[in-house]
């Protein structure tokens, strides 16, 4: 065989290396447009099981996010995945294992798992009550993890009046395992932290605790610098009177940040909270948001305000 039949030959070899590769690796590229387009997807799932129930028609305004990270994503995702597995409960379907999120550095791969399982939860739902399954969605181009973030927060809205939320017990317990993640992070970090039990507080709504929740945001990006970690936006309040599920959103994104942190610390360990507390009202909320505030002032070496 001569030069060039070797060199020709040799070029269709890697070209069909290259094909056999490149498939593989397409196959396996997840990124923000697919997590959007598998969110769409989610929406419409929720949408057919409404209608079938009834449900009133939902005017869906979800707030415009900044500076998000998949990290934050997960953490939604999960708690999305919860309230799926309490629609099964309801529906009398046996309710999936919600996943423990992993210490690492999070993709938008990483994401998509919990997105699959929140779309097989629903689909369980689905065909128990008889519904045919809607067809996919279109794939978009130049969504962000903000966009995506929306979504999340769209699916949530979509989830109202399809089970019965328990904010003030996942608020309890969101608050109680970030103080506790603090308390590692304060061990680990060698700076002193305590928690002192605030009572007394009466005339709060679920605005106040989530304008606290949005304090302890900021000063946990000042540890985050102190800490060499980079923090991210915690973005802005929202407009008007904050419901109870915006609320518990801060408080994802605070166990959110705390996760980054830990990873960084390598502190791979979940806290373990008491499952069974609940606030009974805002201002029990309130006062464990202030005690939470007033705990990150202690660890970044400020008085308590």
Same mark, same amino acid.
């Given at each position: 065989m001569n030069t060039q039949a070797l060199t020709k030959s040799f070029a269709t070899m890697m070209v069909l290396l290259m094909l056999l590769f490149s498939t593989g690796s397409w196959a396996a590229i997840v990124n923000n447009n697919h997590l959007y387009q598998t969110s769409q997807e989610i929406q419409q799932q929720l949408q057919a099981i409404? #209608?079938?129930?009834? #449900?009133?028609?939902?005017?869906? #305004?979800?707030p415009i996010f900044a500076d998000k990270l998949a990290i934050h994503l997960v953490f939604k995702a999960q708690q999305l995945n919860q309230l799926a597995a309490n629609l099964q409960t309801q529906h009398g379907i046996q309710p999936s294992e919600v996943a423990n999120i992993p210490y690492r550095v999070m993709r938008p791969r990483n994401v998509m798992p919990y997105l699959q399982q929140l779309s097989q939860q629903l689909a369980s739902v689905a065909q128990g009550l008889g519904i045919n399954q809607p067809v996919q969605a279109e794939l978009p181009l130049g969504k962000s993890v903000n966009d995506v973030? #929306?979504?999340? +927060? +769209?699916i949530e809205l979509l989830l109202e009046g399809l089970l019965e939320r328990e904010d003030q017990q996942v608020l309890a317990r969101n608050l109680q395992q970030i103080e506790q993640d603090l308390l590692l992070v304060s061990k680990a970090s060698q700076r002193p932290l305590q928690f002192h039990a605030v009572t007394g507080i009466t005339g709060r709504e679920m605005s106040d605790v989530n304008i606290m929740l949005f304090q302890s945001l900021h000063l946990f990006q000042r540890l985050l610098r102190q800490l060499e970690v980079e923090p991210s &936006?915690?973005?802005?309040?929202? +407009?008007? &009177?904050s419901s109870s599920y915006q609320v518990v959103d801060s408080s994802v994104t605070l166990k959110a940040e705390l996760h980054r942190l830990k990873t960084k610390l390598q502190l791979e360990q979940d806290s373990q909270v008491d499952g069974g507390l609940q606030f009974s009202d805002a201002n029990q909320a309130y006062a464990e948001a202030l005690k939470l505030r007033n705990g990150l002032l202690m660890i970044l070496g400020e008085p308590a305000l």
């Amino acid at each position: 065989m001569n030069t060039q039949a070797l060199t020709k030959s040799f070029a269709t070899m890697m070209v069909l290396l290259m094909l056999l590769f490149s498939t593989g690796s397409w196959a396996a590229i997840v990124n923000n447009n697919h997590l959007y387009q598998t969110s769409q997807e989610i929406q419409q799932q929720l949408q057919a099981i409404r #209608q079938h129930q009834q #449900q009133a028609t939902l005017t869906l #305004q979800a707030p415009i996010f900044a500076d998000k990270l998949a990290i934050h994503l997960v953490f939604k995702a999960q708690q999305l995945n919860q309230l799926a597995a309490n629609l099964q409960t309801q529906h009398g379907i046996q309710p999936s294992e919600v996943a423990n999120i992993p210490y690492r550095v999070m993709r938008p791969r990483n994401v998509m798992p919990y997105l699959q399982q929140l779309s097989q939860q629903l689909a369980s739902v689905a065909q128990g009550l008889g519904i045919n399954q809607p067809v996919q969605a279109e794939l978009p181009l130049g969504k962000s993890v903000n966009d995506v973030y #929306q979504q999340l +927060v +769209v699916i949530e809205l979509l989830l109202e009046g399809l089970l019965e939320r328990e904010d003030q017990q996942v608020l309890a317990r969101n608050l109680q395992q970030i103080e506790q993640d603090l308390l590692l992070v304060s061990k680990a970090s060698q700076r002193p932290l305590q928690f002192h039990a605030v009572t007394g507080i009466t005339g709060r709504e679920m605005s106040d605790v989530n304008i606290m929740l949005f304090q302890s945001l900021h000063l946990f990006q000042r540890l985050l610098r102190q800490l060499e970690v980079e923090p991210s &936006d915690p973005g802005r309040l929202p +407009v008007g &009177d904050s419901s109870s599920y915006q609320v518990v959103d801060s408080s994802v994104t605070l166990k959110a940040e705390l996760h980054r942190l830990k990873t960084k610390l390598q502190l791979e360990q979940d806290s373990q909270v008491d499952g069974g507390l609940q606030f009974s009202d805002a201002n029990q909320a309130y006062a464990e948001a202030l005690k939470l505030r007033n705990g990150l002032l202690m660890i970044l070496g400020e008085p308590a305000l």
